[in-house]
């Protein structure tokens, strides 16, 4: 077994007894996910691209402890931003996401909105099959490991390439992600496709409450939920799912 391989897993194995001994296991990351609209469009969708941006900005931000996590959107303005002729308009609405895992208690609860309605979905944290990457790098003064990941769930094929702080001992990230030995700062999927950036790391205590599992929404499962909405997807033929209308004036 290569020497950095065993080091990963010796780091899995004894975090969980050093977490509440080490500092900076509480406080606020600030992410900024970066979506390739056009990587979303198929082959023959030459009209769309010229009425919508490549790339689309958000903010989000992560609250963490110890044990605990939660990761969501950061409230911004929306835009209707009016783009090529014929009076067409694009609107982008930012479903409302929460994603709360609790360390301790090996649970998560992700909160998520589609076509206007919430859901509730409950389930135990799996471990992703990481496997260490030889590259490393620098985010916001931190040193940061490489893990890969090969995603083939739910039919994927995609690559999920993260970037982990081992001085912020902390097994989170953002969004769905974790499962490292450190707090991850970057995800880079299928080498652009989408990003998650740290942008700004804050080392405080949080105020009573503010980090709490989401409980607003329908029960369901991540597979009724997923089915839902591929089945709404091909119902409008294909696309991204990510909130996007098209308004003809």
């Excluded at 039919?155 to 993260?162: E, L, P, S, T």
Aim: proline fraction near 6%; hydrophobic fraction near 35%.
């Amino acid at each position: 077994m290569k020497p950095y391989v065993l080091l990963f897993w010796l780091c899995l194995i004894v975090m969980p007894v050093v977490l509440l001994a080490q500092p900076n296991t509480t406080g606020v990351i600030q992410f900024e996910e970066k979506i390739n609209m056009h990587r979303s469009l198929p082959p023959d969708a030459g009209d769309m691209r010229s009425m919508i941006p490549e790339f689309r900005i958000t903010k989000s931000e992560l609250l963490y402890t110890a044990t605990e996590s939660l990761y969501r959107n950061v409230e911004e303005e929306e835009e209707d931003d009016e783009m090529g002729g014929g009076g067409v308009m694009i609107r982008m609405h930012r479903p409302d996401a929460r994603y709360y895992k609790n360390l301790s208690t090996g649970r998560k609860v992700d909160q998520r909105e589609f076509m206007g309605k919430r859901y509730l979905i409950e389930d135990d944290l799996e471990q992703t099959p990481w496997k260490m990457g030889a590259e490393t790098r620098t985010i916001l003064d931190y040193n940061c490991m490489q893990a890969i990941w090969d995603d083939t769930t739910a039919d994927r094929q995609r690559r999920v390439v993260a970037w982990f702080a081992p001085d912020i001992p902390v097994s989170a990230g953002p969004a769905t992600y974790g499962q490292l030995p450190g707090m991850i700062l970057a995800i880079d999927i299928n080498d652009g496709e989408l990003q998650l950036n740290a942008t700004k790391i804050e080392l405080k205590g949080l105020p009573k409450g503010e980090l709490e599992a989401p409980s607003k929404g329908e029960q369901t499962t991540q597979e009724e939920f997923q089915k839902m909405m591929d089945e709404r997807i091909r119902a409008m033929g294909g696309g991204s799912g990510r909130g996007m209308r098209v308004i003809r004036n």
